[in-house]
Every structure is written in C-alpha cells, then in structure tokens.
Nanobody, 125 residues
Framework: QVQLGESGGGLVQAGGSLRLSCAASGRTFSSRDMGWFRQAPGKEREFVATISRNGGRTDYADSVKGRFTISRDNSKNTVYLQMNSLKADDTAVYYC??????????????????WGQGTQVTVSS
C-alpha cells in the first residue's frame, strides 16, 4: 500500500509560479512511475505530466509543455511539479498518482494505482 500526500497548492496571479510536492510512504517509491493529473470543476480528470522510476523519461500534456516541469527525488520519496507562467485555465485540483511496481505508466489514468487527496491550485486572471 502506498499513501500519497500533495502540498504546495494555493492562490496565485496569472503569470506566477507554484511548486507542488507529493510525498509517498513506503519503500517502493523508486520502483514506481509517477504522474500528476488535474481536475477542474465540471470537467474530467486529465493528465498533466509523468516521470519514470529513475527520472529518465518525462512526458507532458500539450497544454503545459514548456511551462511545467516534473521531477523526483527518490531519496526523499517525493515527486514535484514546478508550474510557471500559470494561466487561469490551470485552475484545478491537482493529484499525484503512483503506478504499480515496475510497470510502465504514461498519460492514461488507468495505469495508476494509488492517488493522493489532491491540492487546490487557483490562478486569478
């Protein structure tokens, strides 16, 4: 079992930055691909970014490419999402997710087994 806890959300003006963190429990963090998703009111949960177990592979939704950066620190069991040049459309609850041990995961939410409770990001225009 893996527990995930997001932090770092908040209210920011358009053009600003935030860094989200997701801390994972247990000893299997380094064997799991990790992802960030988001869900805006009235919309489905959508893919934001993913990172492989060793950090060597990353992928992003087109809507955030060039603005967001996903990274991880396996020594701290933590994955990060640096968000720059934020827009009002980025307003959502952001969730981190963990895939099964040693399984490849990309942008499909069904590839992820464990989910955090989410952190709210609000961008004012």
């Amino acid at each position: 079992q893996v527990q995930l806890g997001e932090s770092g959300g908040g209210l920011v003006q358009a053009g600003g930055s935030l860094r989200l963190s997701c801390a994972a429990s247990g000893r299997t963090f380094s064997s799991r691909d990790m992802g960030w998703f988001r869900q805006a009111p009235g919309k489905e949960r959508e893919f934001v970014a993913t990172i492989s177990r060793n950090g060597g592979r990353t992928d992003y939704a087109d809507s955030v490419k060039g603005r967001f950066t996903i990274s991880r620190d396996n020594s701290k069991n933590t994955v990060y999402l640096q968000m720059n040049s934020l827009k009002a459309d980025d307003t959502a609850v952001y969730y981190c997710a963990a895939a099964q041990n040693w399984r490849y995961a990309s942008g499909n939410r069904n590839e992820y087994t464990y989910w955090g409770q989410g952190t709210q990001v609000t961008v004012s225009s």
